[in-house]
């Protein structure tokens, strides 16, 4: 099916704990990004991916870490989770970066991944 | 941070009524979009505005950005419980090639 999809949906660890979180889309977009959304926060930007091979941090990137070895993918990997980092992951998709008033712009959002760390 | 703030932070209105929400930023901006996010669900878009447009319109809804104010405002005509989401704006701080949200308006329309 076309679209954007995470996996897992739901996942629960322990501190200290590698987890990766995956997300694939279908649609080629050059664009790629990961948000952690909070009460009180919103939405937050962890890191982003312009191309396959160029990433680069958001507002959030420390204890994350990110790769993009094919345009469809931009896996997320917390390297030794923390509780602080209980939260519900979004990754998102855009033809373009948002560097002109172009509608490509606009990001498409996958369902979700609501991850806690006991 | 340069995140940009919406109000109010929660709306209550009957069905039929309009709604109206807020959003300010804090830099320049090439576009502005709207989101709205159903509880437990991903976020969908709803509607891009140019920074070289004024007031933008689709179905039911209908946009404004004042540049010079540095916000915009997100309208829902003739509400519906359907319409019972959060809402987010949401901006590229240009050249920088990050999206910057709102801190969302969560709308609850009573049937």
């Known amino acids: 099916d076309a679209g954007i999809t995470q996996s897992p949906r739901y996942k629960i660890t322990e501190t200290g704990r590698q987890v990766t979180l995956m997300c694939h889309q279908t649609?080629?977009?050059?664009?790629m990004f990961w948000y952690r959304q909070d009460l009180g926060h919103g939405l937050r930007l962890i890191y982003y991916?312009?191309?396959?091979?160029?990433?680069d941090k958001g507002e959030v990137p420390d204890g994350y870490v990110v790769s993009r070895s094919k345009t469809e993918n931009f896996p997320l990997t917390l390297e030794s989770a923390t509780r602080s980092q209980t939260s519900v992951y979004f990754c998102a998709s855009s033809e373009s970066g948002g560097g002109s008033t172009s509608s490509t712009d606009t990001q498409y959002f996958g369902p979700g991944t609501r991850l806690t760390v006991l | 941070s340069q995140q940009g703030e919406e109000d109010p932070q929660a709306l209550s209105i009957q069905e039929g009524e309009n709604a109206t929400m807020n959003c300010s930023y804090k830099?320049?901006?090439?576009?502005l979009q709207w989101y709205r996010q159903n509880s437990g669900r991903g976020l969908v878009h709803l509607i891009l505005?140019?920074?070289?447009?004024r007031e933008k319109h689709s179905g039911r809804l209908r946009v404004t950005l004042d540049t010079s104010k540095k916000s915009s405002s997100l309208l829902i005509t003739a509400s519906r419980a359907a319409d019972t989401a959060s809402y987010f704006c949401?901006?590229?701080?240009?050249?920088?090639?990050?999206?910057?949200f709102g801190t969302g308006t969560k709308l609850q329309v009573i049937p």
């Open positions: 991916s312009a191309a396959a091979d160029i990433t």
């Open positions: 505005i140019r920074s070289n447009e």
């Open positions: 649609w080629s977009h050059s664009y």
């Open positions: 830099t320049s901006i090439n576009n």
């Open positions: 949401a901006y590229w701080t240009g050249g920088y090639q990050k999206v910057t």
